[in-house]
């Protein structure tokens, strides 16, 4: 379930912490400070943090910088709107959202369900490309195999491949395992 941090030296509004239910997020932490902040992000994974400022011991805006460029969290800060444009500035170039107070909650509300979207989204894509990592060991595995067939037994290629495969079927094993079995035998 995803988490989201709330920094802020004030507790966070019932009816923002209901909106990020709706949206689909469960745990909602809080920090006091930017340092409570660092130390939160750091030991947990945080989709979103929100940083409302001024904080007690800084203004938040490195805050929110900070954990955006070291995790994989979105980041959102609510600013009095006399620093908000500032802010705006330095901050969303780097892919943080900026907000001006008052919040309207229906504004947050639709950035936050399409951070959830965007979750979503890296989520599969992370799933990708774990599944071609796997491919591309496995390929390496087994051209290495199939490289000391050739070497220690004199095959050819398509025999070493051939061999591999009926090994694999006939031990009901995957191809890889055949290939560090003859990897481990041979080195």
Do not use: W
């Not at 051209?143 to 006939?170: N, Y």
Request: glycine content about 2%; hydrophobic content about 40%; overall charge positive.
């Amino acid at each position: 379930m995803s988490e989201i941090l709330f920094v802020s030296s004030t507790d966070m509004p019932q009816e923002l912490a209901q909106m990020f239910k709706r949206a689909g997020y469960g745990t909602i932490d809080c920090a006091k400070s930017g340092n409570e902040a660092r130390r939160r992000y750091a030991a947990r994974n945080y989709s979103v943090i929100i940083v409302n400022t001024p904080l007690v011991d800084e203004l938040g805006d490195r805050v929110a910088l900070d954990c955006f460029n070291s995790t994989s969290a979105n980041a959102i800060v609510i600013a009095k709107s006399e620093i908000a444009s500032s802010l705006e500035e330095r901050l969303e170039y780097n892919g943080v959202v900026v907000f001006a107070k008052p919040v309207s909650a229906r504004a947050m509300y639709k950035v936050v369900s399409l951070f959830r979207a965007q979750e979503k989204r890296m989520a599969i894509l992370l799933d990708q490309n774990q599944k071609l990592k796997d491919k591309v060991e496995e390929i390496k595995v087994v051209s290495r195999a199939k490289m000391l067939l050739m070497e220690k037994l004199k095959m050819t290629e398509d025999d070493a491949h051939r061999h591999l495969d009926k090994t694999a079927k006939d031990q009901r094993i995957t191809k890889k395992e055949v290939a560090e079995n003859i990897i481990n035998m041979y080195v």
